[in-house]
């Protein structure tokens, strides 16, 4: 639509269905690369990537032609199939339902990237449940526990 300006920074946060680390070194170059073209192919640009073994960030120039959902159903559902198509895991692939997606300012984006980047270090102090609630504060969201990111209990 001409004359329509935005400056919209996403990070958003999703889990491996039961926070499964599934995710392994050795192809998650090739998880990102794929996420980086369904985000790109959308008309977002992606700033940036990055996943631990239960869980990926992405921080994303949103584009207003489409929505957060309907960009996130894509990317979690395409790169679910492209997982379990490349058999990259031993059981089919699933990411855990739902998201977080939370806005960011300009003068945010390069301490968000650097974050973003340093997931395998910042998870050797931290869990994924702890990363993601302290987010969920900072932002001051209400949410209620029985629905952040379920873990599968043997």
């Given at each position: ?5 935005t400056?919209l920074?996403?990070?958003?946060v ?8 599934v995710i ?6 090739r998880l990102?690369?794929y ?18 073994s239960d869980h ?5 120039g ?7 959902s ?8 395409d ?10 895991t ?25 974050y973003?980047?340093n997931?395998k270090e ?33």
């Amino acid at each position: 639509m001409p004359n329509t300006y935005t400056q919209l920074y996403i990070h958003c946060v999703f889990a491996v269905k039961y926070r499964a680390a599934v995710i392994k070194p050795e192809w998650e170059d090739r998880l990102h690369k794929y996420i980086t073209g369904i985000v790109q192919n959308n008309g977002h640009k992606m700033l940036s990537i990055n996943s631990a073994s239960d869980h990926l960030h992405l921080l994303v120039g949103l584009h207003p032609k489409q929505s957060i959902s309907e960009m996130m159903q894509l990317v979690k559902g395409d790169s679910s199939e492209f997982i379990n198509k490349e058999g990259l895991t031993k059981r089919k692939f699933q990411w855990q339902e739902g998201y977080g997606a939370f806005s960011n300012s300009r003068s945010q984006i390069d301490s968000v990237i650097k974050y973003i980047l340093n997931q395998k270090e910042h998870h050797r102090k931290k869990t994924f449940r702890e990363e993601y609630l302290n987010i969920l504060k900072d932002y001051n969201i209400d949410f209620d526990e029985k629905y952040i990111f379920h873990e599968l209990l043997d």
